[in-house]
């Protein structure tokens, strides 16, 4: 079952501008996450946020959500060529469940040219 | 420093072949989940385990089966490769104990089937 959406599918920007990705998502969520992607390797988790924040920031990388609307956005500022990846997001399955499964995104192709 | 494992990077298997894909965590999660990821589909979850001898369903489990006799160790099995097997084949694991549940995953597998 698909629950968020990402948007952009691809991008390309150059190094030192800020990279901006969306994702959208359907039902009621208490967290949405995302998590990175290198060519050919597995998917590394970056920043959660909580559904009662609505920012939050690690380093170079700043994400949003509003759960009115249901989106959440990515910013990664200063890009570097090493930032090229794909992005994904990622919303429980099971709001309160126990399980632990997440939807994922189909993700944003970031392409940072040097 | 957390660590998930799977027992090959790259793997070429003939049709109707017997292949075992393993992984293995070393954070004691509770969760464990293989997905298979390809272009244009996303992650896809194919089964998942939430405790020892525990398993359940995801959306693609035809042709797969899975198995999970110790806590930090769960094996995906292809009873009879095809070739619409072929892709690339991601472990991951979580806890339960946060209730967040953000998941970790291995290097992947890139089983080709001819």
């Known amino acids: 079952s698909q629950q968020g959406e990402e948007d952009p599918q691809a991008l390309s920007i150059q190094e030192g501008e800020n990279a901006t990705m969306n994702c959208s998502y359907k039902t009621s969520i208490n967290n949405l996450q995302w998590y990175r992607q290198n060519s050919g390797r597995g998917l590394v988790h970056l920043i959660l946020?909580?559904?009662?924040?609505r920012e939050k920031h690690s380093g170079r990388l700043r994400v949003t959500l509003d759960t009115s609307k249901k989106s959440s956005s990515l910013l990664i500022t200063a890009s570097r060529a090493a930032d090229t990846a794909s992005y994904f997001c990622?919303?429980?399955?099971?709001?309160?469940?126990?399980?632990?499964?997440?939807?994922f995104g189909k993700g944003t192709k970031l392409s940072v040219k040097p | 420093d957390v660590k998930v494992t799977q027992s090959s990077r790259y793997l070429v298997k003939r049709t109707g072949e017997k292949v075992f894909l393993e992984c293995v965590q070393d954070?004691?999660?509770?969760?464990m989940f293989w997905y298979r990821q390809d272009p244009g589909l996303g992650l896809r979850l194919i089964y998942f385990?939430?405790?020892?001898?525990?398993?359940e369903k995801g959306d693609i489990p035809e042709g797969y089966s899975v198995s999970r006799e110790k806590k930090e160790r769960f094996s995906l099995i292809l009873e009879s490769a095809s070739t619409n097997q072929t892709s690339m084949y991601l472990c991951?694991?979580?806890?339960?104990?946060?209730?967040?549940?953000?998941?970790?995953f291995g290097p992947g597998t890139r089983l080709t089937v001819t």
């Open positions: 954070m004691d999660h509770e969760n």
């Open positions: 991951a694991s979580s806890s339960t104990g946060t209730g967040l549940y953000e998941q970790y």
């Open positions: 990622a919303t429980p399955e099971d709001y309160g469940g126990s399980q632990g499964n997440l939807i």
């Open positions: 385990s939430y405790d020892v001898k525990m398993k």
């Open positions: 946020i909580r559904s009662n924040e």
